[in-house]
């Protein structure tokens, strides 16, 4: 397949997907497709299958690209560790049979748009909380009136805490913590973000999602520490 026939099997499932970024994985050693005599990339069912495992790793668990390729190296040895979640290395044939992945496997959606009514359905929220976490910040629709997946994991994080007497006045902490960060990592991806090569612009986005992975590693290392006083321990 060519980059462009391989970029239309994955936007099904990954739509951020580009042909910068594809380029990137493979600049990094994540694929490497062969090459014809006139230096076109020509990709396998297999290299589309590496490419697959390494979108649901990053966009499933967060993980680094150092981390994604140890798992393929060890997935490729044989020295996958038991009871070690990764994502599944599958391989999707040109009539879209799927092997290697289990019918009961839940499917996540590649694209989430959600109006008022269903980000309030979805979320197990009230409309008066969405209303309370969009005065201060918490939840932006974006454009006004939709909601993407990102809005409905922090509404669902929300209804989550909520459960044990947490209630939006008490987050306003969490999005003054995550502005500081928004502006500390900016400064680290603005250099490279505002080059005009698209391979910059990829090594943007690739170094902040590690930056958030990282981010949220510390944040849930430092709270387990600052609960063992309370928990005896």
Not at 25 to 30: D, K, N, T, W, Y
Not at 106 to 115: D, M, N
């Amino acid at each position: 397949m060519s980059i462009g026939e391989v970029l239309a099997h994955l936007r099904v499932e990954f739509p951020d997907t580009t042909i910068s970024k594809l380029r990137f994985l493979e600049a990094e050693g994540l694929v490497e497709p062969q090459r014809t005599p006139s230096g076109y990339r020509k990709y396998s069912w297999d290299d589309v299958a590496r490419l697959r495992f390494v979108l649901t790793a990053q966009r499933d668990q967060y993980l680094p690209l150092r981390v994604i390729r140890e798992q393929l190296a060890d997935l490729a040895e044989g020295r996958a560790e038991p009871g070690r979640q990764r994502p599944a290395l599958v391989a999707v044939g040109p009539s879209g049979e799927v092997s290697g992945r289990s019918d009961a496997e839940p499917v996540v959606e590649a694209e989430t748009r959600l109006s008022r009514a269903d980000l309030v359905g979805r979320s197990g929220i009230d409309e008066a909380t969405l209303a309370e976490l969009e005065r201060l910040g918490i939840v932006v629709s974006s454009p006004p009136g939709w909601y993407d997946a990102d809005a409905l994991a922090i509404a669902q994080a929300v209804a989550g805490l909520a459960r044990y007497g947490l209630e939006p006045r008490h987050l306003r902490g969490y999005r003054t913590a995550a502005d500081r960060e928004v502006g500390l990592f900016a400064q680290l991806i603005a250099p490279l973000a505002r080059q005009n090569d698209p391979a910059a612009r990829a090594r943007a986005a690739e170094t902040a999602r590690e930056l958030v992975a990282l981010s949220q590693q510390l944040h849930a290392a430092l709270v387990r520490v600052g609960l063992r006083d309370v928990l005896g321990r």
